[in-house]
């Protein structure tokens, strides 16, 4: 199953890389796409569950990483009005 890095850069111009073990973040999330922190932590939760499952599904168990770089993203948006514009630099 093919991984994918994704690159974002939060309100504050700081760079975050992130990982989906499965392509389907692409269908959440485009290159140069803007949306507010609290869409990117919606689409986020859902993209990386999606991916997740998917590993389930060809592997018989869920993805721990994703889990983990969901807890990264909820931890490091944290610091964000949920008003305040993620860009989604590169999938």
Do not use: W
């Not at 073990?21 to 485009?30: C, E, G, H, I, L």
């Not at 507010?36 to 592997?59: H, N």
């Amino acid at each position: 199953m093919p991984a994918v890095l994704f690159t974002i850069e939060l309100p504050d111009g700081l760079m975050k890389e992130c990982y989906s073990p499965s392509t389907v973040v692409r269908d959440y999330f485009t290159d140069g796409e803007e949306m507010t922190v609290s869409e990117f932590l919606s689409r986020s939760r859902r993209a990386l569950a999606e991916a997740s499952e998917r590993v389930r599904a060809k592997f018989g168990f869920s993805c721990s990483s994703a889990a983990s770089q969901l807890e990264d993203i909820e931890l490091f948006t944290r610091n964000y009005a949920p008003d305040g514009i993620v860009r989604i630099l590169h999938v």
